[in-house]
């Protein structure tokens, strides 16, 4: 199943998630489960970070030093 979250979204709910448990008052389990779901939307970021630099590095200078947009082909 595709995340349809935005980074902005996942990112902010990483925020939430680190500022819960730097207040410390959460019991173990607790913390290891919002630990795991914090893991879980940092990777998500990551993949989402990694696919929009693919995607900017399509812009190319063509020979006349302009820039030409090439297709985006993802890799699986």
Do not use: H, W, Y
């Amino acid at each position: 199943m595709e995340d349809k979250k935005t980074f902005e979204e996942d990112l902010s709910e990483l925020e939430k998630i680190a500022q819960s448990l730097e207040k410390g008052d959460l019991s173990l389990e607790d913390a290891i489960k919002k630990f795991e779901v914090g893991i879980k939307l940092s990777k998500e970021c990551t993949e989402k970070l990694e696919k929009a630099e693919k995607r900017i590095n399509i812009l190319v200078s063509d020979s006349n030093g302009d820039l030409k947009e090439e297709p985006f082909e993802q890799e699986e």
